[in-house]
C-alpha cells in the first residue's frame, strides 16, 4: 500500500488550504483513512479519522475548523483546513489503517504565518 499527500504551503493566518491524499495497492474496502501532523520538535499526532463509512473523529483542538472527508472509490482522504493557526504549523501525514497494518504517507508541510 502506498499513500500519496499533497496540498501543504505557506499561508497566512485565517487562510484554507485543502490537503489531499490517495492510496493505491492492495486496499480493504474496511479502512481507516486519517491524518496526522507532527509540529518541529513535538510527537506526530492524531488530526483526523474517517472510516470506510463516513464515520469521523476529531483532534478537540481542530473541530470546526477542520473537515475530514474521502471518496472510497478513488481510495482518497481528503482534510478541508480552514481558520488556519499559527499552532497548525506541521508536517500532515496521511494514513491509511487496515487488517494487514497501519501504512503513511511521506508528509506534506503545511505552515502558517501570523
Known amino acids: 500500500v502506498q499513500l500519496q499527500a499533497c496540498g501543504g504551503g505557506l499561508v497566512q493566518a485565517g487562510g484554507s488550504l485543502t490537503l489531499s491524499c490517495a492510496a493505491s495497492g492492495s486496499i480493504s474496502r474496511i479502512n481507516v483513512m486519517g491524518w496526522y501532523r507532527q509540529a518541529p520538535g513535538k510527537q506526530r499526532d492524531l488530526v483526523a479519522t474517517i472510516g470506510s463509512g463516513a464515520n469521523t473523529n476529531y483532534a478537540d483542538s481542530v473541530k470546526g475548523r477542520f473537515t475530514i472527508s474521502r471518496d472510497n472509490a478513488k481510495n482518497a482522504v481528503y482534510l478541508q483546513i480552514n481558520s488556519l493557526k499559527p499552532e497548525d504549523t506541521a508536517v500532515y501525514y496521511c494514513?491509511?489503517?487496515?487488517?494487514?497494518?497501519?501504512?503513511w504517507g511521506q508528509g506534506t508541510p503545511v505552515t502558517v504565518s501570523s
Open positions: 494514513a491509511l489503517n487496515q487488517f494487514s497494518g497501519m501504512y
